[in-house]
């Protein structure tokens, strides 16, 4: 099942670039940034019939494209909106804002628009993490500025002193800004103290503001979301999804 559908204009983009590797219009800025938008954040998608035959797609122009990892041709000539609802995600990617109420789109085009650079994994309890805390250090390096934010950072002294030692392997330089927000039993755990004893001499503890649940780190450019926590990490017990994304 493929997960999402093109409109119409995205797929006739997408056709004209992949047989001839050029952009049509090229001196045009916005179809030069709806190509980088649509390449990142496109997904297997479906395609049918009508939708070829309304873009004037000919089954001559699919020839050198059709057996593409990317393309699934549909042989149904159902609507869009139906055809919408065959895939995976149940989304139609757009480069603007759809009207049609029984359509889920997602503009490309948004100034908000991530989705194509989220890259994520989950490791069921059991799974080793290590490709998880590699790449986090890798993520981390030469970093001025850690943030953190966990609700349940010290849950208790053993969690805090494990999640400590984890800090301590992510950060060789512990005279940059490191910034953690938890919850506030940081209070009753000095938590400022501990980790200047832990050589963290440049530390601050903003307040957990209320309804605040995820959690995540952010360094260099990059949020790390961590599903079950810092924590979760040196516990092979516990099942973790992480996910990083540009900011």
């Not at 179809?31 to 980088?36: E, F, G, P, R, S």
């Not at 628009?113 to 993490?129: C, I, N, Q, R, V």
């Not at 957990?208 to 360094?219: C, F, G, S």
Request: proline share 2%; glycine share 4%; with cysteine.
């Amino acid at each position: 099942m493929s997960s999402v559908v093109l409109s119409d204009d995205l797929l006739k983009l997408y056709f004209s670039f992949t047989r001839s590797g050029k952009v049509a219009n090229e001196g045009s800025s916005n179809q030069i940034m709806k190509l980088t938008r649509l390449l990142a954040c496109i997904k297997e998608f479906y395609t049918n019939q009508e939708q070829l035959e309304r873009c004037k797609i000919s089954s001559e122009m699919m020839m050198g494209i059709e057996s593409m990892p990317l393309f699934n041709l549909d042989n149904s000539t159902t609507e869009l909106k139906d055809l919408v609802l065959k895939s995976k995600l149940k989304l139609l990617l757009n480069d603007k804002n759809c009207d049609d109420a029984d359509i889920i789109s997602y503009n490309i085009l948004a100034t908000n628009a991530k989705s194509g650079f989220h890259y994520s994994m989950t490791f069921k309890p059991g799974e080793l993490k290590s490709f998880v805390i590699n790449h986090i250090q890798k993520i981390l390096v030469n970093a001025p500025k850690v943030e953190i934010v966990d609700p349940y950072f010290i849950k208790d002294s053993r969690q805090f002193t494990e999640n400590i030692a984890l800090l301590k392997q992510f950060i060789t330089n512990q005279t940059i800004k490191l910034e953690i927000t938890c919850s506030a039993s940081a209070d009753n755990l000095n938590l400022k103290q501990q980790l200047l004893s832990a050589g963290f001499s440049n530390t601050t503890l903003p307040p957990l503001q209320a309804n605040i649940h995820d959690r995540y780190m952010k360094a260099n450019g990059v949020k790390i979301h961590l599903s079950s926590g810092f924590y979760a990490l040196t516990q092979q017990n516990k099942e973790l999804t992480y996910m990083v994304e540009i900011l």
